[in-house]
Structures are given as structure tokens and as C-alpha cells.
């Protein structure tokens, strides 16, 4: 070898051989990465080989989750994972989209304690809710305007009334994600327990089961998600619209439907007057419609350029279906005749599907089947939000880090999985009943829609941009409905579970607010005064190097330990005089020059003598201490049971330990060449 | 003549993937070795260990995917990178110090003025080696 240019890079060997003849010389370059990293505009780029399969149990693990999620991603492909409006649409508009499958009804069976005659009420609740969305769907289209980079309310909120209110809206949509996947697939597989009865008794295993199938579809990257997810929700959507033209054509062409019955129809005379708090539960029940109407402003950085555009689009294309489907439903079944179940034996949309099409009809089956399948999937709407909001929390140091790490699909996976572990437990502990999870929901929506709505407001009357005007009254409005409807669903739902939203809110907030406490403090820890003050230097430290046998692993600590400073003392722990005895004569031979101090531990203790002998050189030695550890690393993982793992223990007792650096040196079975290497 | 070790010279060409199947194909029955070699020629104005990333990048890529085809072919082989002033000196110098029983050479079916053109690495190759060389030639493609 001769000396080499000093651009050398430091992955590259190079060799210079002579030839058979004087002008023949070649350099021969070995680059050991064997293709892992490749050179790139002056650094190197770590290649899909870094990632070679292990053996055994490890490789069929990564085999199973490589065939599970697929093959990795490279960061430059997130562009390809953004999805455009087709695809957008089912993603982050299922949610929306499928709550028109159970609206109608849950504002009916409200009205139903009235009485058959209140039921004519279900319709004007219709359009005030309908009316409540459009104003979302414009108010929230200003969010996307003003915020393309995502996090939706929480952005706004924080932004515009200060970090607590921003917590609180972004406290609100994390319950209200969770939620989402908890009671979209309860409501699943309540759909589908109306045509297999023998699943009813197995609803949250068979659940819990989905849940995993929608994680590992998440897992996999959003576009595969939205993929999976495009075909039913288009399904659902040509179901609905051929079923509410097809009764249309009816009711004009001047046919008499004659409306099913339901098996155990509620009362027509009523069990309760009809008051105003009671047309009040009813508008808030039917306000479950507007759940998920959040997701799109809040994923704008998932679709495709121009995101804001078509994130716009988006919106706007839910709330028109939602609101057809909605209004048609509603307006068929009152103009019909439905009236709902009193024990949800059966749906109104079930009821209404046989009154319109018949009995056994195919059509009848396409659209329950497509119902089912929405309302499972609605449940990823809740997997695109939570992550994403996870990661901008995580960016804000609001949670932990690791919510804010890219999996190799690009997903966020952190948020994925904690998103499915939550919600699998809160349906597990609500037994997946769809009725005792639906108080809880809602609310949370509504909260962060009050105040990113009203967020906004104050945004435009600060900055006085072009057409202020206009936005302030649209955001005014949007304020004043959102938080009506707010007062009206926390009053309305409280005696029914939405005390748990309101009591489990706060802790949140204070949680996050103490994630955001505990990295600030760590930041103000570690911060440097500048960048320009000089990497300081310490005096070489005290090496202290435990030593139990001589051996190879033991002369292996000691070379490396003579490396790095001059000053190093092994130590011995025996449990008699004679056995220390015999260790000295045998040092003496083995190494002489290093000074060896040895520890009679006559209560056999290993641990506790070293940790007091390393605070006695402490206090006797201003150098900074180094402990270095040779650990025997078996080859194979089940025997590590064979070994006493003296090392591992005090590793961890040292870890706490302030001003103590403690290096592990592994001395590994295989490895035949020893440590210390001379020059090549 | 058995062709215990081969040496295959890879020039980049469109001839590599074929050059390769006939030294695993000489190489495989015998359970012998293949070795690929490829020379980044070092422009005078240079020094010999300058370095040349994009060169070598490249070498580096078409090393790797003959170490493909030949795992393709059911053999794994042994590849080498190499700068030199002159790639035949390289191959041949190469050979000697492997000890190899063969090299095989490719080279694209091209033509200059009417005939076809073997090129300067192949004829100093031929011309250089002391072992036994296998110069393959592309087919016409009329």
C-alpha cells in the first residue's frame, strides 16, 4: 500500500500492483460495502442490501413482514405513495361517506319514542343537518386553503388561540380516530351478524380480527390502502345511488310502495311526549353523519400536487354524496313509510332497500353487502388521520418521537399500530356493542371543529387578506353551528357515555403538554452555547477493566483498554483468599505490567463490591472512569441461559451511574481473528 | 482442456451477459472459478488511483449484475475492480497473478470501414496473454 489521495472515500481500499512491465501498474479498488452503499454527489446513499435476510427465526420474521407489507420504499418515492382524488375519496371520505348508512336512523329511532307522527320531523332534521355540513365542508375548505401542510384543527387552533386550545383540539380528534376504528368496525360486524347470526357471539374476536387485516393494509402504505379500500366504497356508493333513483322513479311515476315492516316495530302512539330537548337528541344522533368530514383537510399532504386543490375537490365531491345519499334515504323512508326497529333487529336502510326492490331481490343483497363492507372499511379513515396527526404532534414534540418515523412503506407505523391497539381494547371493553360506543362519539369532532372554525376567524380579522370578509362570516357561522351543535351533543349524550370524552379529554392534554415538558427540558440540557466553541478535551481517563477469568475474551478487554488510555487497573472479585491467590500468580505471569486489584467478596456478591470499588477510584482519582466490560456472546440466542450474564447486569447497574463510561467489548465464538489487529 | 479458473473481462457491453454464460458454462461442469474483471482506463492527464466515481459507480453496477447472470446460471463468482492506464495489461497481469487457465474476452459485433472491428483490449489481450484466451464475438445482427 502507498499513500493514497486524501479524497479517498473512507469505504474504499485501494491497492497499487505492478505489472509484468514498468508502465503497467493497476490499482485494484475493493469496495467492502459489496454494493450496501452507493456514492452520490459526494456521500454515500445506503442501498436495499443493507437489508439482507438473516437466518432462522430473524429471517423468516423479516420474510413474513416483507411479504405481509411489502417491499421497502425509498423516501424519493413518497411522491408515488400520494394519491390523487379517486383514490383520495375512499382513503379519507369513507368515514363520511358511510355514516349516510346509519344517520337517517339513529335521528329516527330518536323521534320513534315520540311516536309514529314525530317521525315526519326526520326529514326537516335532515336538511339541518345537511345544512350544518355545508357550512363544515366551506369552513373547512378555508383550512385547507390556509394550512396545506395538514394537521387540521389542531394546527389551526394552536396557531390562532395558543398551544392549550390546540391540545384540546387535537386531544378531541385523537379519541375521535380511535373511536372511529372502534365503532366503524362494531358497526361492521353488526351488519354482518344481521346475515350471519353465529358471528354475533363472536363480534369481538371476529372485530379484533379486522382491526389487524385494515392495520396491515395501513402498514403497507397509503396508496395500497386506498386501493384496498376503493373498490367498496364505490360499490356502496352505486348501490345507493341505483337504490335512492330507483325509488324516486317510483314515488314519481306514482306507484304505491308499501313499506316493510320491521319484526318488532316501535309503538305508534309513543312512549314520551314530544319536547324540544328530544328534537335536540334527535339532530344530534343525526349529526353522527358529520363524523370524518375532518379527515380531508387534516390529511391534505397525502394527496397528490396541487394538494390543496384536490384535497378541495375531495371535500366537496363527501359532502355532496353524503348529503344525496343522506337526504334520499331520509326522504324516501319518510315519504314511505319506514319506521325503525325498536331492538335493532333490523336497519332502516335494510327496511327501506325491501320496501323499494323486494324481498330477495340481488339488489337487496348488493346493497347490505356494500353497507356492511363501507361502514368495516369507514374504520380506515380513523388509520390515515391518526397517524398523521400522531406525526405532527411528534414534530411538535407534543409526542413521542417515534410517531413521527416514516416505516420502510412510508407509513407512519407507530401511529398505525398504537391506533389499533387502543381501539382493538376500548371495543374489546365496550364488548363491540355499536350502541354503548356511539355516545362517545361525536363529540370530539365537534369540539375541534368550534375551534379551529372559530381559530380561523380570528386569523382573518388579524391578517385582512383579500376577501376577509367573506371568510369571517363563513367562519362565524361555522362557529356558532359547530358549537351549537357541540352544546347540543354534549348535553344530549352525556347521561349516555359522553362523560367518559369529556373526563378522559383533559388527562390527554395534560399528557401530550407533559411529553412537550419532558423534550424541552432534555433540549435545554443539551443544547450547545454555539456551534463554534471547540470540541472540549478530557485527560485520559481511569480504565478499570473487571476481569473474572484469563482468558481470550478477558486479553481481548484488556488490548482494547491499554488502546485508549495508559492508566488501567484490572479487578478481580473472589470469593476466598486462596482462590485470589492462585488469580494473582497466574496475573502475574499473563500480565505483569497491568495492575491488577484484588476484591475478597466473602458474602459472594459480585456486583455490589464492584459498583463501591468503582466509587472509592472515583473519589480517589479527579480522571474521568471508564469500565470496560468483555462479554462473552454465545452464538446462538438459547444459550444465553448457559451463561451467568455478569456483563449484562452490570451494564445496567452502571447505566444511571453520572459520570461513568462504560464500553462493552463482545467476544464473539465465530470470530476466530482476535480484536487486536496489526497493520495489514 | 479444462478451464479450472476463468477470468472474464467485462467491458460494459452489450456482449457481458453472453460473456458471462460461456465462462459459467466452461467454468460450472468442471466446479471451477470465474473470476470478473472490470479496468477503468485512467485518462494520462490523471493520476493512476485518481478517483472516478462515476467510472467506478458504474464498474461497480455492471460487476453486480454479471455476479446476477451468473447466479442466474446457478454459479457464484468473484469480481474485481480495477483502474489502469491500459485495460489489457490490467486483464493480463490479472490473469497471471489468479493463476487462471483462461480468459474469456467479449466484444460487440461492430464494423469500421467495411470489417469488422475487434478493437485494441481484445488484440493486445490475445496478443498479451500467457494463458489460453477466448475471444467471443456477438452475432451479426443481419
Known sequence: MTDEPKDIPSLEKRERLAGAKVGDRRVRIVRPGGGQFKKTHGHYVATERIFAEGRGLAGLWQRTVRLLVGRRLTTEAEGEERVPVATGLPILASDNISSSAYATEEAMRVLAIAGAAALSLTMPIAIAVVGVLAIVVLSESRVIRAYPNGGGSYLVAREN??????????????????????????????????????????????????????????????????????????????????????????????????????????????????????????????????????????????????????????????????????????????????????????TVNSLLTRSIVGDGSPWYYFVQIATAVILLLAANTGFTGFPRLASVLANDRFMPRHFADMGSRLAFNSGILFLAIVAGAVLAAFDGSVTALVPLYTIGVFLAFTLSQSGLVRRWLRERGRGWRASVVINSVG?????????????????????????????????????????????????????????????????????????????????????????????????????????????????????????????????????????????????????????????????????????????????????????????????????????? | MQAKRVLVALAGTSADPDVINVAVSLAKPVKGEVIAVHVVEVPWHLALDAVLDAELDRGEELLDEAARVAEQAGMRIETELLQAREAAAAIVDTASEKKVDLIVIGMPFRRRMGRVYVGRTVQNVYVGAHCAVLAYRQESPE
Not at chain 1, 516 to 524: N, P, Q, T
Not at chain 1, 528 to 542: E, G, R
Not at chain 1, 562 to 578: N, Y
Open chain 1, 161 to 346: 388561540h395558543g398551544t392549550i386550545a390546540g391540545l384540546v383540539a387535537a386531544a378531541a380528534l385523537l379519541i375521535d380516530y380511535i373511536l372511529t376504528v372502534a365503532v366503524s368496525t362494531a358497526a361492521g360486524v353488526a351488519a354482518i351478524s344481521s346475515f350471519v347470526p353465529a358471528v354475533h357471539d363472536v363480534r369481538v374476536p371476529v372485530s379484533l380480527a379486522l382491526i389487524a387485516l385494515i392495520t396491515v393494509g395501513n402498514l403497507r402504505g397509503v396508496r395500497e390502502a386506498g386501493l384496498l379500500f376503493a373498490a367498496p366504497t364505490y360499490a356502496y356508493m352505486v348501490a345507493m345511488f341505483g337504490l335512492i333513483g330507483f325509488g324516486l322513479f317510483r314515488v314519481v311515476s306514482g306507484g304505491a310502495i308499501e313499506a316493510a315492516a320491521p319484526p318488532e316495530p316501535f309503538p305508534p302512539t309513543g312512549t314520551e311526549a314530544l319536547t324540544m330537548f328530544l328534537v335536540l337528541r334527535a339532530f344530534a344522533s343525526g349529526s353522527v353523519g358529520l363524523t370524518g368530514s375532518e379527515a380531508v383537510a387534516n390529511g391534505v399532504p397525502s394527496f397528490r400536487k396541487p394538494e390543496t386543490r384536490n384535497a378541495t375537490i375531495t371535500l366537496v365531491l363527501m359532502g355532496t354524496i353524503f348529503a344525496t345519499v343522506f337526504l334520499g334515504i331520509t326522504f324516501l323512508a319518510t315519504r314511505i313509510g319506514v319506521v325503525p326497529d325498536a331492538h335493532e333487529l333490523e
Open chain 1, 479 to 680: 362557529t356558532l353551528v359547530t358549537g351549537v351543535v357541540l352544546v347540543v351533543v354534549a348535553i344530549t349524550k352525556f347521561a349516555f357515555g359522553a362523560w367518559m370524552v369529556i373526563l378522559v379529554l383533559p388527562i390527554i392534554v395534560w399528557l401530550l403538554w407533559s411529553v412537550h415538558r419532558h423534550y424541552r427540558d432534555v433540549e435545554d440540557m443539551l443544547v450547545l452555547p454555539s456551534l463554534t466553541a471547540a470540541v472540549p478535551t478530557v485527560p485520559q481517563p481511569v480504565v478499570i477493566v473487571p476481569v473474572s477469568r484469563i482468558d481470550r475474551a478477558a486479553a481481548q478487554a484488556l488490548a482494547f483498554a491499554r488502546s485508549i488510555s495508559p492508566h488501567v487497573k484490572a479487578v478481580h472479585i473472589h470469593t476466598s483468599r486462596e482462590s485470589g491467590e492462585r488469580f494473582n500468580e497466574r496475573w502475574q505471569r499473563f500480565a505483569p505490567e497491568i495492575k491488577l486489584d484484588l476484591l475478597e467478596s466473602p458474602y459472594r456478591s459480585l456486583l455490589q463490591p464492584l459498583l463501591r470499588y468503582i466509587d472509592a477510584v472515583d473519589k480517589s482519582d479527579d480522571r474521568p472512569i471508564t469500565v470496560v466490560i468483555s462479554e462473552f456472546v454465545p452464538a446462538h440466542w438459547w444459550e444465553w441461559i448457559l451463561h451467568s450474564q455478569t456483563a449484562v447486569r452490570l451494564k445496567a447497574a452502571l447505566l444511571f451511574r453520572p459520570n461513568t463510561i462504560v464500553i462493552d467489548v463482545p467476544y464473539h465464538p465465530e470470530d476466530s481473528a482476535d480484536l487486536v489487529r496489526g497493520p495489514d
